[in-house]
């Protein structure tokens, strides 16, 4: 196994027309592997002013480090806004834009460039999570969940749009319950895995609880995504005994299981991966992973935990972990928070080999930075080029790392975020572009441009004239972000035009009575 460290002073990031500047950072080291290099990662920026919806306790852990507001970034040709992200590039980074989901009043879902630029800003303001690049039915699609999040955890739906950002599907809980926040893996099979959190009777006696408590129970669904059939309905109330728990129950306040409102968050279910006829489910509170059978859903073994059935080396222990993830050859990956509050320890992406034969498991690769501390949320997303993404989750930023272990790139996103993924995505919004004006001195003003969503834009045409029907093209500039800018003379309408790279109009605005 290979340990690779870095130390470096902030110096030498790349020309700042190509990435931004991070914020300093006077040590860096790299943990790849089994070896140690850093030390303690200080958690990150959090936002206020939105309810937090992530990981009960979570909550708590983030509110009490929240810092002053965030003023987001906002624009003259739309009223989106989004938050001010900064980055820097070291090196390779694998193709695709970045998909966040930044939490805080005025922020939402986003696609970014390396650069920090918005490429699309989910424009309903929905709260929302788990924003990605999946497939459906052969073709990509991007996905998400919204709804409403409360106590760390959701009750709402998800969400398939195509490359126009059209709604293909939504996807909705069976059996009377609702989809949760944490999980909408489409497979291959055509259908959905979702997680649930639904308020049950539960005896809590063997952790020190009434006998009559409440839990939430977690389910996983297998849904058709086109008939909303219900093909797999499991939950963890039935097959992990509530004792594997390692959340006390006053360790989270305000859910000791006296009541329904009071529900105790045993298992905190938060990632479901698809590998045929099994599924690989994460629980953060019992600090382990359990593949289920898809047809029976019996529990084939545990890894991790209290009684786990797979060896795990102690350096290789994981605890209130997220998003396991199963790959093409084998390998298990997760993001290990490695703690639950406070500021001691190191939060990691790791991967794994299990011998299921001789039950024992592997540590293959290990990735954290010196300062990334992420008590709750989190992810780790193999690339196709063999680098490694990984979200920090509260610790709000986002780090790639090549296959040979070194940091190319890292985003601030100044939000958290709860999950992190870099997918390639070429889409051509089925709205027209938005313009907007800015007087400026001499006689001019300042043309404003911008198409929510649009990938493929090289350079914007003005056109102005005395009225909508007789515009003529005034000036053409490059695209130089999610909004680009053109100063030309005053006219009494002006429209504008996005224009591919040979030139061609994709798409023209309505003309605009300034």
């Known amino acids: 196994m290979k340990t690779f460290a870095t130390d470096d002073d902030n110096t030498n990031n790349p020309d700042p027309e190509q990435s931004h500047q991070h914020r300093g950072l006077s040590r860096r080291s ?21 309810s937090f919806p992530y990981g009960t306790g979570e909550a708590a852990n983030a509110a009490s480090d929240a810092a002053p507001k965030i003023v987001p970034r906002s624009f003259v040709s739309t009223q989106l806004t989004a938050p001010p992200v900064s980055s820097w590039k070291h090196g390779d980074t694998a193709a695709g834009y970045l998909f966040v989901e930044p939490q805080g009043d005025g922020f939402n879902g986003l696609i970014l460039q390396d650069s920090g630029e918005p490429i699309w800003i989910e424009p309903t303001r929905k709260n929302l999570t788990d924003l990605r690049v999946q497939r459906f039915e052969g073709k990509p699609v991007l996905t998400y969940w919204s709804g409403k999040s409360t106590g760390g955890h959701g009750a709402g739906s998800a969400t398939v749009l195509d490359t126009s950002y059209r709604t293909v599907a939504t996807v909705d809980a069976g059996n009377g319950l609702q989809a949760d926040l944490h999980e909408f893996n489409l497979t291959d099979r055509g259908t959905a895995l979702i997680t649930i959190y639904n308020t049950e009777k539960a005896d809590l006696s063997s952790i020190g609880g009434p006998k009559d408590g409440y839990v939430y129970n977690c389910h996983v669904q297998e849904i058709d995504v086109r008939s909303g059939a219900v093909l797999l309905d499991w939950n963890a109330l039935g097959h992990v005994d509530i004792a594997e728990t390692y959340l006390g129950l006053t360790q989270d306040e305000g859910h000791d299981g006296k009541t329904p409102g009071r529900a105790f968050d045993a298992y905190h279910l938060n990632a479901v991966d698809d590998d045929g006829d099994a599924l690989y489910i994460s629980a953060r509170h019992t600090h382990a992973i359990y593949k289920i059978d898809r047809g029976s859903g019996a529990v084939l073994w545990r890894w991790g935990g209290k009684r786990s059935d797979i060896s795990v080396a102690s350096d290789a222990v994981f605890a209130w972990q997220h998003d396991v993830r199963r790959h093409i050859d ?28 001789a039950r024992t498991s592997t540590l293959v690769r290990k990735y954290t930075y010196d300062r990334h501390l992420g008590t709750a949320m989190g992810s780790a997303q193999l690339l196709e080029n063999g680098n490694v993404l990984v979200g920090w989750g509260t610790d709000a930023s986002v780090t790639e790392f090549s296959a040979e272990g070194t940091a190319v790139f890292e985003a601030d996103l ?26 400026a001195s001499g006689g001019r003003m300042k043309v404003h441009a911008s198409w929510n969503g649009a990938t493929t834009v090289h350079r914007w045409r003005v ?46 605005s309505q003309p605009l009575t300034v």
Not at 33 to 46: K, N, R, Y
Request: proline share 2%; aromatic share 8%.
């Open 30 to 50: 790299l943990l790849f592997g089994g070896g140690l290099v850093g030390a303690a990662a200080l958690v990150g920026t959090f936002f206020a002013g939105r």
């Open 330 to 357: 084998g390998t298990l990956s997760l993001f290990d928070n490695h703690l639950y509050s406070g500021t001691d320890g190191v939060s990691s992406a790791m991967f794994f080999t299990i011998d299921e034969q």
């Open 414 to 439: 100044t939000a958290i975020s709860y999950r992190a993924n870099r997918s390639v995505w070429r889409a051509q919004p089925a709205t027209v572009p938005d313009v907007g004006v800015k007087p």
């Open 463 to 508: 056109l102005t004239g005395t009225t909508a029907g007789a515009l003529a093209a005034v000036k053409t500039v490059h695209r130089s972000g999610f909004e680009t800018s053109a100063l030309v003379g005053t006219a009494t309408v002006v429209a504008v035009q996005a224009l591919d790279a040979t030139g061609s109009v994709l798409a023209t």
